[in-house]
Nanobody, 129 residues
C-alpha cells in the first residue's frame, strides 16, 4: 500500500523557518517527480514547488521568491521542503505529491495537481505575526 506521510509542520512566528519532510512507503518513487502543494483556509490548493527525478531540476511558485527550497533523497524515498522567512500568508496545510507523468518533465505542467498520482494527508504550518 502506497503511503506518503508529511511531518515537520508547526506554529512559528513571522521570519522563522521550518523543515518539512515527506516519507513515501509502499514502493520506490525514484522514478517519480515529487512536489509540494498547500491549501489555506477558504482557498484552493496551490502549487509550491516541484523537483525532478534526479533532483537536478527544481521549479517554484512565484510567491516563494527564494524563501523555500525543495530537495529529495531517493535512497530514503523522501522529499523535503525548507521554509525560510515565513510570513503569515504562508499559513496553510502543506501536502506532498508524487507523479509519474512524462508531462511533469515540462515546466509548464509541473504545477498541475491532476498530474500527480499520490498525495499525503498534509501537515499544518501556522505563522503568527
Amino acid at each position: 500500500q502506497v503511503k506518503l506521510a508529511e511531518s515537520g509542520g508547526g506554529l512559528v512566528q513571522a521570519g522563522d523557518s521550518l523543515s518539512l519532510s515527506c516519507a513515501a512507503t509502499g514502493r520506490s518513487f525514484s522514478s517519480y517527480a515529487m512536489a509540494w502543494f498547500r491549501q489555506a483556509p477558504g482557498k484552493e490548493r496551490e502549487f509550491v514547488a516541484s523537483i525532478s527525478v534526479s533532483g537536478a531540476d527544481t521549479f517554484y511558485a512565484d510567491f516563494v521568491k527564494g524563501r523555500f527550497t525543495i530537495s529529495r533523497d531517493n535512497n530514503k524515498n523522501t522529499v523535503f521542503l525548507q521554509l525560510n522567512g515565513l510570513k503569515p500568508e504562508d499559513t496553510a496545510v502543506y501536502y506532498c505529491a508524487v507523479g509519474y507523468s512524462p508531462y511533469l518533465t515540462i515546466a509548464t505542467y509541473r504545477s498541475r495537481a491532476d498530474l500527480y498520482d499520490y498525495w499525503g494527508q498534509g501537515t499544518q504550518v501556522t505563522v503568527s505575526s
